[in-house]
Structure formats: structure tokens, C-alpha cells
């Protein structure tokens, strides 16, 4: 690939002018495409700073994954909204959305910030927020599907809320490979009651949003009422394929 990515650029590099205005645009972007193939997205946007490089639908999705690479959530998203906005074929409208929905899942796997901005419109904070319930497909998928549900329930009328999420909804439903039992270990007495509380009805909530022939089997285990390393024997004793909890560091410790 880094032979590939220097032989490009080298080609785009020997292109003599003179070029039209859109044949240069299109070398800039071709360029681009090279820094990020190289994994270098600062020299893409570099490239690409100039307002005009936003001009096409092709150079705007360009820049938006240089965003995206660069953790720049809400300028990448805000980018694609704009570059939706130049279309009127519905077939790249919907490619557009998928392409935004799969670079917003990336992002939920790593620590990116989804808080909409002051003044941001409703479409920009509804990607946003479907950016924070995708956190939930890529850590808890029994959470995912509630977590978009409500999505759904919250933004009658988004972009998001069309064929990006039910194609999404559908591949959750066919994936439907959870553990045959849970056990759930948590403090459910003394000083940390409430918080294992929360995490409890958490759980089940998205729990009883499955059917019930998919949902697996939950038992859940009060971590305060023996030593924390007994009840978590007892749960795999008794079958337990996953565990959650326990939830302090001491108790994690203890393991």
C-alpha cells in the first residue's frame, strides 16, 4: 500500500498544467486520498482547507473522512450534511447516509465526543446523538437495540431514521449470537446499593426490549452479601457464560 500511495502521488505530482479549475480540484482530492491512505489526515485537510475543496460531493466526502480520521467528529458530520444538500439522486443520498452512520460507529469505538455544539440544528444533533446509542453496538449489544429504538422514538423524520437504521436494526437482529446465560454481580446492599441498582434495571430494560426466544438467560447475584470472589465462583459454577460486574475496583481486585 505505501508503494501504491508513492506511486500516485508521484503521478499526480507530474500532472503539467495546464489544468481546468475542476481537473486541479480533482488532483487535490486524488492527493488527499493519498495522505489518507498513509494515515495521515492533518496533510489531507491540509490539502483540502480551501472552501472550494467542499464545492463537489465527491471532494466534501473526501474531506469529511479526513475529519472523521481526525477526530473531528462535528465538523465531519456538519461537512456530509452539507454534501447531501448538492444531491438530488436518492441512490447516492442513501450511500452518503450509510457512509456517515459507518464512520459515526467508528468513532463510538474510541473516546469521541459527541455533544452537539451551541445552536446546532436538528439534523446535526440527531446524527450526533445516534453517534452516543451506537457506543451501545459496538459495548453492550443487549443495550444496542434499545438504545436505537429510542433514537427512532426521539427523531421522527431524521436522515438517520430510514433505510441507515433499519439496515442496522436488521444486521443487530441476524447477528442475535448473546450469551445462552448472564450473570449479574453487583452490590445490591450497603453503601454501593444505589449504584448497582442502576446498573441492574439498566440492564434489564434493554433486556426486555428482545424478544423473548433471543434473550438470554439472567440470574443476578447481590456481591455484598459474601466476598465478592464466591459469588462470582457460584455464578460460573451455576453456568454463567458472561458476567457483568463486579463494579468497584476493589471488587475487581478481589477476582
Known amino acids: 500500500a505505501a508503494g501504491d500511495a508513492a506511486g500516485a502521488e508521484r503521478v499526480l505530482n507530474g500532472l503539467k498544467p495546464p489544468l481546468t479549475p475542476g481537473e486541479d480540484l480533482e488532483r487535490t482530492r486524488l492527493l488527499a486520498e493519498v495522505a489518507l491512505l498513509r494515515r495521515d489526515p492533518a496533510r489531507a485537510l491540509a490539502l483540502l482547507q480551501d472552501p472550494a475543496t467542499t464545492a463537489t460531493p465527491t471532494v466534501a466526502e473526501t474531506r469529511a473522512r479526513a475529519l472523521f480520521a481526525s477526530s473531528r467528529v462535528v465538523e465531519a458530520t456538519r461537512t456530509m450534511i452539507v454534501r447531501e444538500r448538492q444531491l438530488n439522486d436518492p441512490d447516492a443520498i442513501s450511500a452518503g447516509r450509510r457512509m456517515l452512520l459507518a464512520e459515526l460507529r467508528r468513532a463510538a469505538r474510541g473516546s469521541a465526543d459527541f455533544t452537539a455544539p ?32 429510542t433514537f427512532r422514538a426521539q427523531h421522527p423524520g431524521h436522515p438517520a431514521v430510514g433505510d441507515p437504521l433499519r439496515e442496522l436494526l436488521r444486521e443487530l437482529a441476524a447477528q442475535g449470537d448473546y450469551p445462552g446465560k448472564v450473570a449479574l454481580l453487583l452490590p445490591l446492599s450497603r453503601r454501593t446499593q444505589t449504584l448497582g441498582a442502576a446498573v441492574r434495571d439498566g440492564f434489564l430494560a434493554a433486556y426486555y ?47
Request: hydrophobic share 45%; aromatic share 6%.
Open 209 to 255: 426490549e428482545h424478544d423473548a426466544e433471543a434473550r438470554p438467560r439472567v440470574r443476578v447475584y447481590d456481591g455484598t452479601t459474601t466476598d465478592v470472589a464466591s459469588a462470582y465462583l457460584a455464578a460460573l459454577t451455576e453456568g454463567a457464560d458472561f458476567v457483568v460486574g463486579p463494579l468497584t475496583r476493589d471488587e475487581v481486585a478481589a477476582l
Open 118 to 149: 451551541a445552536g446546532a440544528d436538528a439534523t446535526l444533533t440527531g446524527w450526533l446523538d445516534l453517534g452516543r446509542a451506537l457506543r451501545s453496538v459496538e459495548r453492550n449489544p443487549l443495550r444496542a437495540r434499545a438504545e436505537l429504538v
